[in-house]
Structures are given as C-alpha cells and as structure tokens.
C-alpha cells in the first residue's frame, strides 16, 4: 500500500510541475479558499466528492488525497529527485510501523492449529507413513479460520 501511494504522489508531482499527461492534469485543480487563510499557499489540492466507496479510488479523488497528505516541505521540493529522495523516507523510513492485517481475536488459535495440521502432513507424507497418518484430511484455511 505504501509503495502505491509512494508512485502516485511522485506520478501527481510530474504532472503538477510538467502538466503532462493533459487527460489527468485537467483532472487535478489546486484548492482556492474563499477566504484567505494560513493554508492558502499550502499547495493543496481540492478532492472532489464521491457518493460510492467505489468513487474513493477513482485518480481525480484518491491523487488529491495522497498528495494533501503530504508533509508542506515536501510537497514544496523544487526538484523531482529531492520530492522523491524525502517522500520515500516519509513512507518507507524504518521507524514507520507496518500495519498489521486486521484479524478477529478468535482466528488466531484456530490459524495455529491449521498451520499444525498442514505441517503433521507434510512431515508424514515425506517420511513415507501409510495408514491412518498419511491419509489425513486437511481441512482448507476457509474451513479452520
């Protein structure tokens, strides 16, 4: 997910500074407040509104969102490579915390026993066991979790 997010701020960035490609650069307008306020020369993009999550990762709302996420100094880079160089320490840096699969509290027992189960098997079909122990049933990880 980082490594995505990472691609399409530096694709936004290109296109921002370049206004090429034409089809996706029409797509992105720089945010204007009524008002002015302190985040006026913030470089924010506007995102428009979606009515389906579907909408979400279409690029005209997901690009504004990614590049708006964006610590102000580096969206200001001047040069392509230093945008590049500081955004990727900004979503690749070893201090940044993977984030865990989301799982249910309960499914964690019965993943152990399936990972048991699949191992028993393995290890009884190399050693060439017949009978009762070769033939057991694994039951698929649909089954278990």
Known sequence: MMRIRFKFA????????????????????????AKSTRSSDSHLLSVSR???????????????????????HIRQS??????????????????????????RPDSLPRLWRYINLLLTYIYNTNRGVTGRGARMNVPSPRQVC
């Not at 005209?60 to 996420?69: C, D, L, M, Y």
């Not at 230093?82 to 955004?87: A, E, H, K, L, V």
């Open 50 to 72: 979606h009515n389906l999550s579907f909408g979400a990762r279409a690029f005209r709302v997901a690009a504004p969102k990614i590049w708006n996420s964006i610590p102000l």
């Open 10 to 33: 530096c694709l936004v960035l290109k296109i921002l500074n370049t206004g090429h490609p034409p089809y996706l650069t029409e797509l992105l307008q720089y945010h204007k407040p």
């Open 78 to 103: 001047q040069t392509y490579s230093s945008f590049r160089r500081q955004d990727a320490l900004l979503y690749f840096s070893p201090s940044r915390p993977l984030a865990a699969p989301a799982m």
